[in-house]
């Protein structure tokens, strides 16, 4: 690190410089307007004070270069020696030079070479940096007006906005890609506007940009606390400022149940970074938080946004906040969007599981009540064996079947703005194999109300019962079920040991057995197919691993009696419940490389069998071709890679489709008989 001194008399202005990132944060813009106001606007000192920070300039980058030239451009540095050039004593020339290299430093000289961009033009104006990585573009303003210059460039550029007269900087914006530059109606005055544009990094050919111009938002009004909260009217854009007066903002708004809204804030002034939080009406009750909105038009935002189902007519308040110290201004809005649906009533969520409420099936979603200062509770679900269930929620939630094996964990994703139902919902489904109730344990709601749906699609046939052999040749036959059409058995298990039952399989046929444990939460087994000598010795033909849901498929090659064996864990000591299938299956539902296919949601058939993330969402319902063919995974399926998603996601055939075939050509016309 060097040290420069500038001595003014008694005065010492003090310049920290170094070439490293981290200590170019110490050159602010607070330090530097210290030191230029600590200046003597005289001639001598103001001379020698510009020709250090023109070698300073020549120094730093970022954070530094920005102060460097806020000392030039908005706190007058510049403007002071252009005024000493005109003085006329002995150093003005002096003066007349340094403003000139400071001037050619910053780009300023290159300004008539400003390309005029029409507004609201059809098509984007190219524009070229020059040798030295300037660019400069003017457009024609009214007072009144917001400004947004959109520029699409693979270059990386910081952009600088001046009024009419170079006097004035507007705004100052760092330039990504296709990141817009904001100029707001409060710092506008009739009259032609030109921006500058410093190449950081690229190969520098140019970018494309237009300008659009937009009526300025009506001013925010808003109160200090949710019981002052102002009224804003949904619909409209506002624009509000956070400072060193006013940490927090507090308005409200009317919303309806059933409707999608989607609140925001939007246009934020560098560098505020704000947080928005939803309450209930009276504002205790905290429904929703965001800090950076995922699904802003930018590649980052340090705007936030809440998309929200309302389940309750009220007024709801709404606190908009700085993140941290730094303030600036921001437009606000509330929009009713596409995606409301019909909503059910709320339901408490009790945080002591032995207190779980019900959880009715509902053609819409219902709001859970936590208990206060809780992030979880507990429902429970009704299900008859057989019925299949589906979980929809904006939480966490792990559903445990009528004992205490977990079903399946699902967390909730963001997804796309424009689909809003599912925004951010887990999505667990499952086939009831034991009677009910079923435990939901809501998580991770981090002081949110989270919303939820249950939907029950049918029942069907419940699982028979199976009794296990302690040795093979006491085994019980075993039903080989046909691919997709069986229920499977349940089959008792007590404590550690092997468990057995027989089958006749065929010569050239593939048979799959899967099994899920039921009960008790530490229970798993070892699943396995063999043979038999002397009806003692048993020897593994194939098997899986100790798990607590499991799959394996096995090719017979020659026709007899076969076993099925059941290890269970030396850890799984107290008696149990064994979901088993036996089926005779065709490898890989018949599907083949090379084959098209139709992409579709993974069902849920066995406890912990979902193995879904939301990222595989956007490719549900999109023709594909079978890349490559995978053995099975845990819940029995077989399993196939495709191209559409760069084979980056594994699919279950059981789940695909076969695109409809199209109609024949038609044939030749037949020609006329004579």
């Known amino acids: 690190m060097r040290l420069r001194l500038l001595r003014h008399g008694a005065m010492v202005s003090l310049v920290f410089l170094t070439a490293s990132a981290s200590a170019q944060d110490t050159l602010g813009a607070g330090l530097v307007k210290s030191a230029v106001d600590s200046v003597d606007s005289g001639s001598d000192d103001m001379r020698e004070f510009g020709l250090m920070l023109l070698g300073v300039l020549a120094e730093v980058d970022g954070e530094g270069r920005d102060a460097i030239e806020d000392a030039f451009e908005v706190y007058g540095v510049l403007a002071r020696l252009e005024f000493l050039a005109g003085a006329g004593d002995a150093k003005a020339g002096l003066a007349g030079h340094l403003a000139e290299r400071v001037r050619k430093r910053l780009g300023l000289d290159a300004v008539g070479d400003a390309k005029e961009v029409p507004l609201e033009a059809e098509d984007a104006t190219p524009i070229p940096f020059n040798e030295e990585g300037w660019a400069w573009i003017r457009f024609n303003a009214k007072a009144g007006m917001d400004y947004e210059i959109a520029v699409s460039s693979e270059d990386t550029a910081k952009a600088t906005v001046f009024d009419a007269d170079l006097a004035e900087v507007l705004a100052r914006e760092p330039i990504f890609e296709d990141g817009p530059v904001l100029v707001d109606s409060a710092d506008i005055q009739e009259g032609m506007l030109y921006a500058r544009f410093r190449l950081l990094e690229g190969d520098g050919e140019g970018f494309r940009v237009s300008v659009k111009a937009s009526k300025a938002p009506n001013p925010l009004v808003a109160g200090d606390s949710a019981d002052e909260a102002k009224a804003v009217a949904v619909g409209e854009v506002f624009r509000g400022e956070l400072d060193e007066a006013h940490e927090a903002l507090w308005v409200k708004f009317a919303a309806e149940p059933g409707g999608a809204y989607e609140?925001?804030?939007t246009r934020l002034t560098s560098p505020l970074d704000?947080?928005?939080?939803?309450?209930?009406?009276?504002?205790?009750?905290?429904?929703?938080?965001?800090?950076?909105?995922?699904?802003?038009d930018e590649a980052f935002?340090?705007?936030?946004?809440?998309?929200?189902?309302?389940?309750?007519?009220?007024?709801?308040p709404v606190q908009i906040a700085r993140r941290d110290e730094d303030p600036g201004s921001f437009d606000f809005s509330v929009k009713k969007v596409a995606g409301g649906m019909?909503?059910?009533?709320?339901?408490?969520?009790?945080?002591?599981?032995?207190?779980?409420?019900?959880?009715?099936?509902?053609?819409?979603?219902?709001?859970?009540?936590?208990?206060?200062?809780?992030?979880?509770?507990?429902?429970?679900?009704?299900?008859?064996?057989?019925?299949?269930?589906?979980?929809?929620?904006?939480?966490?939630?792990?559903?445990?079947?009528?004992?205490?094996?977990?079903?399946?964990?699902?967390?909730?994703?963001p997804r796309a703005r424009d689909a809003f139902g599912p925004w951010c919902m887990t999505d667990l489904t499952w086939v009831a194999h034991t009677a009910g109730p079923h435990t939901l344990h809501v998580c991770g709601a981090s002081g949110r109300s989270p919303l939820i749906r249950l939907t029950q699609l049918g029942s069907g046939p419940v699982p028979a019962e199976l009794i296990l052999a302690a040795i093979p040749g006491q085994a019980r036959p075993i039903t080989v079920e046909k691919s997709g059409?069986?229920?499977?058995?349940?089959?008792?298990?007590?404590?550690?040991?092997?468990?057995?039952?027989?089958?006749?399989?065929?010569?050239?046929?593939?048979?799959r057995l899967t099994t899920a444990t039921l009960t008790p939460d530490d229970l798993e087994v070892c699943p396995a197919i063999g043979e038999v000598s002397d009806k003692l010795s048993f020897r593994v033909l194939e098997e899986d691993e100790m798990?607590?849901?499991?799959?394996?498929?096995?090719?017979?090659?020659?026709?007899?009696?076969?076993?099925?064996?059941?290890?269970?864990?030396?850890?799984?000591?107290?008696?149990?419940?064994?979901?088993?299938?036996?089926?005779?299956?065709?490898?890989?539902?018949g599907f083949r490389e090379g084959d098209e296919v139709i992409l579709g949601h993974h069902d849920c058939l066995l406890p912990g069998g979902n193995n879904w993330v939301p990222d595989m969402n956007q490719y549900v319902g999109k023709q594909g071709t079978i890349a490559?063919?995978?053995?099975?995974?845990?819940?029995?399926?077989?399993?196939?890679?495709?191209?559409?998603?760069?084979?980056?996601?594994?699919?279950?055939?059981?789940?695909?489709?076969?695109?409809?075939?199209?109609?024949?050509?038609?044939?030749?016309?037949?020609?006329?008989?004579p």
């Open 263 to 265: 609140i925001r804030t």
């Open 274 to 296: 704000t947080t928005l939080t939803l309450y209930a009406p009276g504002g205790t009750e905290q429904l929703d938080y965001n800090d950076d909105d995922d699904a802003a």
């Open 301 to 316: 935002s340090l705007a936030s946004g809440i998309r929200w189902l309302c389940t309750e007519a009220g007024e709801y």
């Open 342 to 413: 019909a909503v059910g009533a709320a339901v408490r969520a009790p945080a002591d599981r032995e207190g779980a409420r019900e959880l009715q099936p509902s053609d819409g979603f219902c709001r859970v009540i936590l208990d206060e200062g809780e992030d979880e509770g507990w429902l429970t679900v009704a299900a008859a064996p057989g019925t299949r269930c589906r979980i929809q929620c904006s939480a966490e939630v792990e559903a445990t079947a009528a004992g205490a094996p977990v079903i399946g964990v699902e967390r909730p994703e």
């Open 485 to 511: 059409t069986g229920t499977g058995f349940i089959a008792a298990v007590s404590g550690r040991g092997t468990r057995y039952a027989s089958f006749v399989a065929q010569k050239s046929k593939s048979y």
């Open 547 to 589: 798990t607590d849901a499991g799959a394996l498929v096995w090719d017979c090659s020659e026709t007899g009696e076969y076993f099925v064996r059941i290890e269970v864990s030396p850890g799984s000591a107290s008696p149990g419940e064994v979901f088993i299938r036996l089926e005779e299956v065709e490898r890989h539902d």
């Open 628 to 673: 490559s063919l995978r053995n099975i995974d845990h819940s029995g399926s077989f399993v196939v890679r495709v191209d559409v998603d760069d084979e980056e996601w594994v699919w279950r055939t059981r789940n695909l489709g076969r695109p409809r075939p199209l109609p024949p050509a038609p044939g030749p016309a037949a020609e006329a008989t």
